[in-house]
């Protein structure tokens, strides 16, 4: 089974910028859509940024214009670039890998990121 390991995160500022990266080992992700969730304190998992095969890109509406989400099939990892930070998006993020129709049932342990105002 292919395992995900998300790293990156950390403590900053608002307004300020953090780039996570998630490393797939024990398989390929290259036909795989990549999403990645958080899960902030007392809230439910919601999804951030959905990656497809071919490279399409679809963002929640809370992180539209302020996070891009990236791929590279060579080195098996996909990124989250997190830019103009606000104190909501504190949270664990985590990646996952799935189909075009669903999310995957694997989940890492994920990345904690705090974003202090």
């Known amino acids: 089974q292919v395992q995900l390991v998300e790293s990156g995160g950390g403590l900053v500022q608002a307004g300020g910028s953090l780039r996570l990266s998630c490393a797939a080992s024990?398989?390929?992700?290259?036909?795989?859509?990549m999403r990645w969730f958080r899960q902030g304190p007392g809230k439910q998992r919601e999804l951030v940024a959905t990656?497809?095969?071919?490279?399409?890109?679809n963002y929640a509406d809370f992180v539209k214009g302020r996070f891009t989400i990236s791929r590279d099939n060579a080195k098996n990892t996909v990124y989250l670039q997190m830019n103009s930070l606000k104190p909501e998006d504190t949270a664990v993020y985590y990646c996952n890998k799935g189909t075009i129709y669903r999310p995957g049932d694997y989940w890492g342990l994920g990345t904690q990121v705090t974003v202090s105002s």
């Open positions: 024990g398989g390929t992700i290259t036909i795989n859509t």
């Open positions: 990656i497809t095969s071919s490279g399409s890109t």
